[in-house]
T-cell receptor, first 114, second 114 residues
Framework: AQSVTQLGSHVSVSEGALVLLRCNYS??????LFWYVQYPNQGLQLLLK??????LVKGINGFEAEFKKSETSFHLTKPSAHMSDAAEYFC????????????FGSGTRLSIRP | DVKVTQSSRYLVKRTGEKVFLECVQD?????MFWYRQDPGLGLRLIYF???????EKGDIPEGYSVSREKKERFSLILESASTNQTSMYLC?????????????FGQGTRLTVV
């Protein structure tokens, strides 16, 4: 079984500051990990994903995340926040097989201060 | 581009009505999902289907059923709608594969039960 915990339901940073959104997962099999973003009144869009191979993955809009198996973490970072990054972010995990459920965390709302 | 289309953006139904939410995807994906999104709770999986006529319960299946008679279509059924089923419903689909298992989402259906 898989589960995801996102620490912090709301994160606020200043424009230009580092963005760090935390995600810890639990999985009984090697996981596939995802970050999605949801802008107001829109559907979810994939930011990045980890399946196998390189543990540091880069996504769209300057975001990246690092898979750390020993810490069961997949934190999302961006070096310099932009006003357009304000949105809700969801971490998700699947079991990595063809017919696997995708389980989401409770989400983190990111606010950007001018 | 993958397209996942949900039949309605907004629905208002009365308590006790039978409600059908329809979802169609055009990418020949094997997996299809129904999630419910509520503030502070993230996305919770209602049902998952990995093939035609195949389904698995998610985390919150009570009060819901599903139908998948054709590969491209996945329907969520509320047998007798209740006010606690007022929510945003999101449909998603994904490919059977080891490297491309991310889910693609529809725009959502906001259901209000009165």
């Amino acid at each position: 079984a898989q589960s995801v915990t996102q620490l912090g339901s709301h994160v606020s940073v200043s424009e230009g500051a580092l963005v760090l959104l935390r995600c810890n997962y639990s999985s009984s099999v090697p996981p596939y990990l995802f970050w999605y973003v949801q802008y107001p009144n829109q559907g979810l869009q994939l930011l990045l994903k980890y399946t196998t191979g390189a543990t540091l993955v880069k996504g769209i809009n300057g975001f990246e995340a690092e898979f750390k198996k020993s810490e069961t973490s997949f934190h999302l970072t961006k070096p310099s926040a932009h006003m357009s990054d304000a949105a809700e972010y969801f971490c998700a995990v699947s079991g990595g097989s063809s017919a696997s459920k995708i389980i989401f965390g409770s989400g983190t709302r990111l606010s950007i201060r001018p | 581009d993958v397209k996942v289309t949900q039949s309605s953006r907004y629905l208002v139904k009365r308590t006790g009505e039978k409600v059908f939410l329809e979802c169609v995807q055009d990418m020949d994906h094997e997996n299809m999902f129904w999630y419910r999104q509520d503030p502070g709770l993230g996305l919770r999986l209602i049902y998952f289907s990995y093939d035609v006529k195949m389904k698995e319960k998610g985390d919150i299946p009570e009060g819901y059923s599903v139908s998948r008679e054709k590969k491209e279509r996945f329907s969520l059924i509320l047998e007798s709608a209740s006010t606690n089923q007022t929510s945003m419903y999101l449909c998603a689909s994904s490919f059977w594969g080891t490297l491309n298992t991310e889910a693609f989402f529809g725009q959502g259906t906001r259901l209000t039960v009165v």
